[in-house]
């Protein structure tokens, strides 16, 4: 059993702004702390004759990077978010149709992917897909003493021996996704879990206060 | 994905309220709409509004060997995406018309005019030169692509600075950031892009259509011009036919709102030359509206850790006991658990020992395996339940 030493658990400063483009059916851009990036998604909308599954909606994720073409780093962050998307959305009240999510890079300070995450999860409020359960994506990072951090920067994450992120869906707060990189230990992982579902919490709470503010009749 | 078509009533609505010299949007037929021009956290990251239409650049540095026939000069590379977020019709990894297009422009407007000093890119001629890469993103269209680009282009190109190099006799030293501040391009002048629209063969013009009148109309021509006053370049496309007296008017008018636009770039570049001074945080994160009713921002916040240490102790011994320790039955090869009784009812041992031996896996993949385990399935009691009978013991060849 490792000793877990003063943790340093913030979440950084959280910023949101959904229908900012007028052409997507739903689009965010969500920030945490420096990492900012920009969601849009199109859907239900028409599908191509190859890409069509017969009883549900196919979801296509798209990650454009700032500078340069996409390369197999982008194919596994979208392969995370698409994961999570479908263990949320209802695709299957669409069938043969296409949803397209597609996620811009604005800026990178660590805790990308969980970045995506809540910028996707956003997006498709903002479209109004149906889903059954809103998503979140939080960032762990496990430094060389032992000491858990949240939503590392990325000065942070590079000096890390351990870099986690979880999606935690929000009716009984359970992981859906986890992508790792590192060496931890069982103990760690199970810690780094419950601080994960431990700041979703506040994280569906940014997420029901925005909503709140946006369909309020008063400010 | 495809976009909606335009339907003919809709078509023919727009033809009429242009030939009556209106607009949908209520604009005179020289105006411009609102151009806004923001800038990212790093230098060389800039966010240009025209109107609704949504534009992004980006410019980036990398030391690169020069080209054969021009070993002094560094090298410029423009690229523009068109992002699937801005419209339907764009789709990923298809070189469309439109795509090919505004490259070629925005190479001509940029590259051809020589507004940038390659020259002074250069750290050892025949060696090393700065490569200065331009990506444009289209976050949003809605008309008038290659106007939002120009002006992201060369704002961020005048907004970017490069790592600062010290030569000494043979030896090149690039400073990093912390080291020594960064020194901006030279930059000659600000060619800036002007689109008209034509319609009805030419008779009606309109400046900075927007993506409705972009469909109707039948043909573009794009200006470059700097505030001297000075024709970078021409292009007109769509196969119309333009008298004289309609090219020099639209110069002339060119030139009026090119003068504008610059002065607004120079006006955003110094306020954010005078905020990052006044060390505040700049950024995307900060240009976001705090008024608008669908922005919300949340402060610092921290989050309780109360009862974490119990929860994940309490997981961890539910769980099941631990992976034994790998065994070196020979020297050379490694075993990690035991054989389990074959179940499949074959009588022949030595079949089984050769499918154990053909499945080499790795001890690190097994460990990964079992991490992803544990999340998924707290109830799992055995995590190695769901491996078939003939993979559980793992040989690892020590090379």
Known sequence: MEECGDTNITLREFGCEQSLLSRPDGSSSFMQGDTSVLAGVYGPAEVKVSKEIYDRATLEVVIQPKVGLSSVRERLQEQSVRETCEAALLASLHPRSSLTLVLQLLHDDGSLLSCYLNAACMALMDAGLPMSCLFCGVTCAVNAEGQIITDPSAAQEKESRALMTFAVESTEHRVIMSSTRGSFSVHELQQCIAVSQKASEKIFQFYRDSVRRRYSKIL | ?399
């Not at chain 2, 009429?16 to 020289?30: F, L, M, N, P, S």
């Not at chain 2, 966010?47 to 690169?64: I, N, Y």
């Not at chain 2, 560094?74 to 019709?89: D, R, T, Y």
């Not at chain 2, 629209?197 to 470059?224: K, N, S």
């Open chain 2, 1 to 399: 994905m495809k976009d909606t078509p335009l339907s003919n009533c809709e078509r023919d609505f727009l033809l009429k309220a242009i030939e009556e010299k209106k607009r949908v949007d209520g604009r005179q037929t020289y105006d411009y709409r609102n151009i806004k021009i923001t800038f990212g956290t790093d230098y060389g990251c800039c966010f240009v509004d025209l109107g609704k239409t949504r534009v992004m650049a980006q410019v980036s540095c990398e030391l690169v060997t020069p080209k054969e026939n021009r070993p002094n000069e560094g090298i410029m590379f423009f690229n523009i995406e068109l992002s699937p977020m801005a419209s339907p019709a764009f789709e990923l990894g298809r070189q469309s018309e439109l795509l090919v297009k505004l490259n070629r422009q925005l190479e001509r407007c940029l590259r051809n005019s020589k507004c940038i000093d390659t020259e002074s890119l250069c750290v050892v001629s025949g060696e090393k030169v700065w490569q200065i890469r331009v990506d444009v993103h289209m976050l949003n269209h809605d008309g008038n692509l290659m106007d939002a680009a120009s002006v992201a282009a060369i704002t961020a190109l005048c907004h970017f600075r490069r790592p600062d190099v010290g030569i000494q006799g043979d030896e090149v030293t690039l400073y990093s950031v912390e080291e020594r501040d960064p020194i901006p391009l030279s930059i000659y002048h600000m060619p800036i892009c002007v689109s008209f629209a034509f319609f009805q063969q030419g008779t009606y013009l309109l400046v900075d259509p927007c993506e409705r009148e972009e469909r109707v109309m039948d043909g573009l021509l794009m200006i470059a011009m700097n505030k001297h006053r000075e024709i970078c370049s021409i292009q007109s496309s769509g196969g119309i036919m333009l008298l004289k007296e309609q090219v020099l008017r639209c110069s002339k008018i060119a030139s009026v709102k090119v003068s504008e636009i610059t002065e607004l770039i120079t006006k955003a570049l110094e306020n954010d030359k005078k905020a990052r001074k006044e060390g505040g945080r700049c950024g995307f994160a900060e240009s976001m509206p705090r008024e608008r009713i669908t922005a919300l921002k949340m402060d610092e916040t921290p989050v309780e850790m109360t009862d974490v240490m119990e929860r994940a102790n309490d997981i961890v011994q539910r769980g099941e006991a631990p992976v034994p320790s790998p065994v070196l039955p020979a020297p050379g090869m490694g075993q990690v658990g035991e054989g389990l009784q074959n179940t499949w009812g074959l009588e022949e041992e030595e079949e089984e020992d050769d499918d154990d031996e053909e499945e080499e896996e790795e001890e690190e993949e097994e460990k990964v395996t079992m991490m992803e385990e544990e999340p998924r399935g707290k109830e799992e009691i055995n995590p190695f339940s769901s491996f078939s009978p003939c993979l559980r013991m793992y040989f690892l060849k020590l090379f």
